[in-house]
Nanobody, 123 residues
Framework: QLQLVESGGGLVQPGGSLRLSCAGSGFSLNPYAIGWFRQAPGKEREAVSC????????IYRDSLKGRFSVSRDGAKNTVALQMSSLAPEDTGVYYCAARMVLCSRRVNDFRSWGQGTQVTVSS
């Protein structure tokens, strides 16, 4: 399995922004599609967004479009999830995951996962 490391989570007020980062440890992220997922307490893990190896981005939920964006930085070997206009319902543990080339919104299609980073949106 590939080792992924998320960072950038924290506590933010409603309406605020956060930038999460997913880094590959010991391997290049370039050939991989990177998915972002989140899991709220008591709920199933859900797909947030994904970026293919060629840079095509999908945001899976209409409520996130215009607020969330994903980008790759090949030089830094990272994929970022930029989140803005955050709301309490965005609270959860955010995970990045890797699979070859193409995106998927299915959790079971990804074999390599990071440990997750907590995002809490609260006043």
């Amino acid at each position: 399995q590939l080792q992924l490391v998320e960072s950038g989570g924290g506590l933010v007020q409603p309406g605020g922004s956060l930038r999460l980062s997913c880094a590959g440890s010991g391997f290049s992220l370039n050939p991989y599609a990177i998915g972002w997922f989140r899991q709220a307490p008591g709920k199933e893990r859900e797909a947030v967004s994904c970026i293919t190896s060629s840079g095509s981005v999908t945001i899976y939920r209409d409520s996130l479009k215009g607020r969330f964006s994903v980008s790759r930085d090949g030089a830094k070997n990272t994929v970022a999830l930029q989140m803005s206009s955050l709301a309490p319902e965005d609270t959860g543990v955010y995970y990045c995951a890797a699979r070859m080339v193409l995106c998927s919104r299915r959790v079971n299609d990804f074999r390599s996962w990071g440990q997750g980073t907590q995002v809490t949106v609260s006043s």
